[in-house]
């Protein structure tokens, strides 16, 4: 049974830092493309950050030099490190794990910036 379990969320004020985890089971880990999505109000779930098995990483422009993307792959574990938070990261964000035709999701975490 899969499960990817994400934690770290909460309420910052602008300009501040989280980190998010996402710890999985149940699968091969270190084989997998590891993604954070996030999905705000109203809106569609979008893409944040990736990174391949092989550490390749990609990120959506409106987080580029404020987010990071990592990964430990001895803890089965994927992290998302976000500095300079702003107002609009405001949103649930959600771990995703690949491996050809298998996806597997995250239950998402909320991330809230505000002062």
């Known amino acids: 049974q899969v499960q990817l379990v994400e934690s770290g969320g909460g309420l910052v004020q602008p300009g501040g830092s989280l980190r998010l985890s996402c710890a999985a089971s149940g699968v091969n880990f270190s084989i997998y493309a590891t993604a954070w999505y996030r999905q705000a109000p109203g809106k569609q779930r979008e893409l944040v950050a990736t990174?391949?098995?092989?550490?390749?990483?990609n990120y959506a422009d409106s987080v580029k030099g404020r987010f990071t993307i990592s990964r430990d792959n001895a803890k089965n574990t994927v992290y998302l490190q976000m500095n300079s938070l702003k107002p609009e990261d405001t949103a649930v964000y959600y771990c995703?794990?690949?491996?050809?035709?298998?996806?597997?999701w995250g239950q998402g975490t909320q991330v809230t910036v505000s002062s």
């Open positions: 990174m391949t098995s092989g550490g390749r990483t």
């Open positions: 995703k794990v690949s491996f050809m035709t298998r996806d597997y």
